[in-house]
Nanobody
Framework: QVQLAESGGGLGQAGGSLRLSCAAS????????MGWFRQAPGRDREFVAA????????AYADSVKGRFTISRDNAKNTVYLQMNSLKPEDTAVYYC???????????????WGQGTQVTVSA
């Protein structure tokens, strides 16, 4: 069992930065791939970034590539999403998730956090 809790969301400005954290509890965190997804109002939840349990092979959505960086610290049971060069279209609720493989697909993740709101003003 893995419990996930996101933090670090809030209001950012276009061109600015925010850093999201996802703290995990449970004994299997360091054997899990971790992902970040987001959901804007009226839209489906979409993939943002994912990272393997070793911290390698990060994957990114094209819309955030070069601006966002996913990382993890297994000693702290925490995964991060550094978001730079923010755009208004990054506004969404951001969710972290734990899964069995580094994947872009929601169905590959079996544990989800409650989400944290990110709002980017123009």
């Amino acid at each position: 069992q893995v419990q996930l809790a996101e933090s670090g969301g809030g209001l950012g400005q276009a061109g600015g930065s925010l850093r999201l954290s996802c703290a995990a509890s449970g004994r299997t965190f360091d054997s899990r791939a971790m992902g970040w997804f987001r959901q804007a109002p009226g839209r489906d939840r979409e993939f943002v970034a994912a990272i393997s349990w070793t911290g390698g092979r990060p994957a990114y959505a094209d819309s955030v590539k070069g601006r966002f960086t996913i990382s993890r610290d297994n000693a702290k049971n925490t995964v991060y999403l550094q978001m730079n060069s923010l755009k208004p279209e990054d506004t969404a609720v951001y969710y972290c998730a734990a899964g069995v493989r580094t994947s872009r697909y929601l169905d590959d993740y079996d544990y989800w956090g409650q989400g944290t709101q990110v709002t980017v003003s123009a």
